[in-house]
């Protein structure tokens, strides 16, 4: 059924029919309203035998989502940026117990400075604890991942974040196609966890595990991951079959067949790229698009098979890896290593920067010109951050960054003398 939604009550409404048995989560922005609309339904007795826990810190949710998944119980959460980091300690415990537990993360970037606008700091921040991470690009792939992401997690008794980008996606109101909960119990199955915590059959969660052994439980991990790579597709395909529609796969491409230059990033700004491109096409560039859904597992041979006729590729990510420069086009390179292509990380939107068609249109004639410097920071104001350097430079105690930057930029009042 058609419906102009908000993106978070979109997913809301696909939580719930996928059945979850216990929700818990603490608010925080922008993924407040996904939870609020599925405490709602709760509430109204629309989602029926289900349990809403009201939790006093992302802590405590990712805790609880622990208990209520190893004793057998479909669970979902949601949370952002801070949030996320500060139930990090349970999030690596929830993978390495092999919880089945699916989370929404809306992206947002990560402080300090305070700041509580979108980009990709917060999940790729843990991109090594060990959970399936799937990004969508629009509110209908946010809605149908999820769907994916519990069928999925459960099948390899793995949790899975759903990654959907905050305000951009979260707030939006776009048309989507919900679907029906006939169709949703065709796909996604009654749970039958692959472990649970049974009187009847004691054993031990969560043991210390030394030497002897500790490498073997986290290689059964990567093991779990492999796994994800083919079955991510297989599912895509069952997916399209009961449903109607394409879902995103382990990446997509578009106009790529004869690019010779490929652009490649990951969530909601592919769309603008792709508005992009199709100009630039009419122009006559040949130039195309790499859009990633999963970036863990990260599909190595899905992405040297979609650049193995270009020339170059320039990497656009919305987060920084601080004193080296790009998540994702690290494993991008690692891809494609010996196939001889020039390539080019870009950081851009951290924080909510606006990534404008003009800038896009810019950078990706510089790339086939061979004009991009191999690490770029698009849009950002030299001026600014050259007067901080120098102010470091002439004297000591020149203050915190953020505010002595806000101040040239006439954002705060100045100091009165």
Known sequence: MLKQIEGSHAVAEAVALCRPEVICAYPISPQTHIVE????????????????????????????????????????????????????????????????IVMTVANRSIGAPINIWNDHSDSLSQRDCGWIQLFAETNQEALDLHIEAFKL?????????????????????????????AQVDAFLPPYEPR???????????????GPEAFMEVRYLAHAKQMQALELIPRMAKEFESVFGRVIGGLTRTYMADDAETMVIAMGSVLGTIKD???????????????????????PLADVADALRNCKRFVVLEKSLAVGIGGIVATNVRMAVTGMGLKGYTVIAGLGGRAITKKSLHALFVKAERSELEPLTFLDVDWRVINRQLDRERQKRRSGPAAEAMLRDLGMVAAKIA
């Not at 459960?154 to 909960?181: K, N, W």
């Not at 472990?195 to 595990?209: F, N, R, W």
């Not at 100009?279 to 130039?287: D, F, N, P, S, T």
């Open 276 to 298: 992009v491109v199709d100009e630039m096409r009419e122009q006559g560039h040949k130039i195309g698009v790499l859009g990633i859904t999963s970036f863990r597992p990260f």
């Open 195 to 209: 472990q649970v915590l049974d009187p009847a059959e004691p054993v031990s969660i969560g043991a210390m595990v």
């Open 153 to 181: 997690a459960e099948e390899l008794s793995l949790p899975v974040m759903v990654c959907m980008d905050g305000f951009i996606l979260t707030h939006a109101y776009e048309r989507v196609d919900m679907p029906t909960q």
């Open 37 to 100: 609309g599925i405490g709602e339904m709760v509430k109204d007795g629309q989602l029926k035998n289900c349990e809403f826990i009201n939790v006093e810190s992302e802590f405590a949710a990712m805790s609880v989502a622990i208990g209520s998944s190893a004793a057998g119980a479909r669970t979902y959460t949601a949370t952002a940026s801070q949030g996320l980091l500060f139930m990090v300690e349970a999030v690596y415990n929830a993978s390495g117990l092999g919880l089945p």
